[in-house]
C-alpha cells in the first residue's frame, strides 16, 4: 500500500472511525501515536518514519502533531463529535464552496449544511472551490457572503490547514454562480 492510500486509511481513523484498529480519540481529536502505528501496522506497513512523512507531505495538511510527536489528530473534517479546539476567526469578506451540480436543488433550498461532519466547509478563493467541487462530479459554485453572516451572528473557524468552518450557511448567503 502506497503512502497515499495510508494517509486516507488515517483520515478514516482519525476523523471517523478509531475504533477500526481499536484505538480511541480524546474529547480533542487526539490519538496516542503509538497505538496508531501499531494499529495500522496489523494491515499496512507503518512505522514513524512512514507517519512523519505522511504529515510532512500531505499537500492538504490534514494532521498535526503535538509538540513531542506523542499524539496525532485530524485538523477538521471529523464526523465523530471532538472539539480540535478552533479559535473564532473574522472571516473574509466572501468565501467559496465547490460542489457536484447532484448536489445544488439541495443547497438551493436547505442552503449549506455540514451533513455527517461538524461542519460546513469553505474556501478563501475560487480556485481552492473548484478542486473540491471537481471531486463531486459536474462542478457548481457558490459564493457565499460571509462577512454579512458573521454580521449576523455566525461563528467562523480557520482550520491549521486553511479550510474556512462553520455551522451552516443559510441560503440569504449564498450566490450560486453560473
Known sequence: MG???????ISLILRHKPETIGITLDEHGWANVNELISGIAKTHEMNMDIL?????????QRYSFNEDKTLIRA??????PVDVELEETVPPE?????????????????????KSRLYV????????????GLRHGKLVMYKVHS?????????????????????????KYLEKMI
Not at 466572501?94 to 449549506?112: F, N, P, R
Request: hydrophobic share 30%; glycine share 8%.
Open 121 to 132: 466547509h469553505l474556501s478563501k478563493d475560487e480556485e481552492t472551490a473548484t478542486k473540491v
Open 3 to 9: 503512502l497515499k492510500e495510508t494517509s486516507k486509511y
Open 52 to 60: 512523519e512523512e505522511i504529515v510532512a507531505s500531505d499537500e492538504k
Open 75 to 80: 485538523n477538521q473534517g471529523h464526523s465523530i
Open 147 to 171: 462577512a454579512e453572516m458573521q454580521k449576523d451572528g455566525y461563528k467562523f473557524y480557520l482550520s491549521k490547514n486553511g479550510v474556512w468552518l462553520t455551522k451552516e450557511v443559510p441560503v
Open 94 to 114: 466572501i468565501l467559496w464552496h465547490g460542489t457536484g451540480e447532484k448536489y445544488s436543488a439541495s443547497i438551493d433550498e436547505q442552503g449549506l449544511i455540514p
